[in-house]
């Protein structure tokens, strides 16, 4: 899906537990700051995201930096083998670091919620989505990002910590094209942008509240992780966003 000029959201088909989905990997590159990749899937996802690029003439071993937008299993998956392709450095929010580098179990992964997950799946297909749920691949942090922080590639990407879905997930502000990157502190439904999902997120006041921190950006468009671009645009986004700030739905 192209955003604009060398920047593409990634169509990834998910499979968690049996629930089918898309996720929308953020994909850049084109300046002397070579290839950027915000989040990348679930573990074993790696062909699919090889797949887009080779579409795009790039190459995996060309990324030179992985963005994680926060911990989930989802938007982690892929970094441990993207890094051993290509070597890029990976970025990430204080917060969410211990989880990301496997000192600390991911807060949503714990072995009562996964087995919840799978109950109703075949027993094959149990043994194998609890395999892989329960053991989630770590990768290294090389960088420690930090709120408020823009990052001087594509024009300026603005990092705003906006903590509850996880305590470290961070949404980013591309400048150039105006496009808020919302990670899951946004999703969109039937086109339409709605609050952060109440059953995957701990923290439902504070990811509301925290909300707060978007309103007050240049927004002409949003992409988030679930849902992809909303239908809303410029001001009308800006809107939508002070109004789910207020009442998260």
């Known amino acids: ?12 088909s998910m499979n968690i ?12 590159w084109g300046d002397d700051d070579g290839i ?12 699919q995201i090889e797949a887009h690029f080779k579409r795009l003439g790039l190459a995996l071993k060309n990324i030179r930096r992985i963005i994680l937008t926060h911990q989930d299993i989802d938007h982690i998956g ?17 917060e969410d670091i211990p989880y990301i580098e496997g000192h600390k179990p991911l807060i949503k992964m714990n ?28 990768v290294k942090v090389n ?3 930090e709120d408020g922080e823009e990052l001087d590639f594509y024009g ?10 996880t305590p470290g997930h961070t949404s980013i502000f591309l400048r150039r094209p105006g496009l808020l990157v919302a990670g899951d502190a946004l999703r969109v439904e039937e086109g339409r942008l709605v609050g952060p999902s ?4 701990p923290d439902m006041t504070l990811a509301v509240a925290s909300l707060s921190r978007l309103t007050a950006l240049p927004v002409k468009r949003v992409l988030c992780y679930h849902g992809g671009l909303a239908a809303e645009e410029g001001k009308d986004a800006a809107s939508r966003i002070r109004e789910l700030a207020v009442n998260g739905y």
């Open 1 to 12: 899906m192209r955003i604009a000029k060398h920047i593409e959201a990634l169509d990834i």
């Open 156 to 165: 300026g990407m603005l990092l705003l910590h906006t903590p509850g879905h």
């Open 198 to 201: 109440p059953e995957a997120t």
């Open 17 to 28: 537990a049996g629930r089918q989905s898309v996720i929308h990997p953020l994909l850049i």
């Open 111 to 138: 072995r009562e919620r996964v087995e919840k997950m799978t109950a109703s799946l075949a027993k094959d297909e149990r043994e194998r989505a609890r395999r892989v749920l329960n053991n989630p691949p770590s």
């Open 78 to 94: 892929g970094a441990a083998a993207l890094v051993e392709t290509s070597g890029a450095e990976v970025y990430a929010h204080g």
């Open 36 to 47: 950027t990749l915000i989040d990348t899937g679930m573990p074993g996802q790696t062909e």
């Open 143 to 145: 960088r420690r990002l």
